[in-house]
């Protein structure tokens, strides 16, 4: 059980991420459609200079999270290397864009200015994935330090058999009616 640690923290984390990334997709949405329409003066809605490019960001980081988490769902249910990759390469992106994200999240709060509710509520779920993803980003490499947290690159026993041991040797021998 002692090589299930990564998995046992990462596992409710990437759900948590999930969920998150599903709500603030839903929000931009509505936020980007009021901000393409005119209707800025909208109760709930408000914004400044750079609110425009915000939700433009916020909303590819919510879709490159939601899509990574499929990804890193696969990974958990695989927990090998090679579903390792895609997991940390396309969580290492999603965060990125959610990074950026953050930034223009905190360039749109230094402005100031009257913002609604469900903008403000954007803006705390962006600054609040950006710290949960690279949580789980790095869960998902804890096993390039030790193979107690999760596969690792490091390990070499991909494409082995049961214990490391190889199953048999390719080419050995000619078989009965085979063909040359």
């Known amino acids: 059980m002692a090589s299930t640690v990564g998995r046992n923290i990462a ?19 509505w936020c980007l459609n009021r901000f393409i329409n005119g209707q800025t003066n909208h109760p709930s809605f408000g914004g400044n200079g750079a609110t425009m490019f915000f939700l433009i960001f916020a909303m590819m980081a919510s879709v490159l999270g939601v899509v990574s988490k499929f990804a890193g769902g696969n990974h958990i249910r695989a927990w090998r290397n090679d579903s390792l990759a895609a997991a940390a390469s396309s969580s290492l992106v999603a965060w990125a864009l959610t990074v950026v994200a953050f930034g223009l999240a905190c360039k749109e709060i230094s402005i100031g ?30 096993g390039l330090y030790s193979s107690r947290y999760g596969p690792g690159y490091r390990d070499t026993d991909y494409g082995l058999g049961a214990g490391g041991v190889e199953t048999g040797h390719k080419g050995a021998g000619a078989v009965t009616g085979s063909r040359v």
């Open 11 to 29: 596992a409710p984390l990437l759900f948590l991420n999930m969920v998150m990334y599903f709500i603030v997709l839903g929000f931009v949405s």
């Open 113 to 142: 200015g009257w913002r609604g509710w469900r903008l403000k509520i954007v803006e705390a779920f962006i600054i609040i994935l950006t710290f949960t993803e690279l949580l789980y980003l790095l869960l998902l490499h804890a």
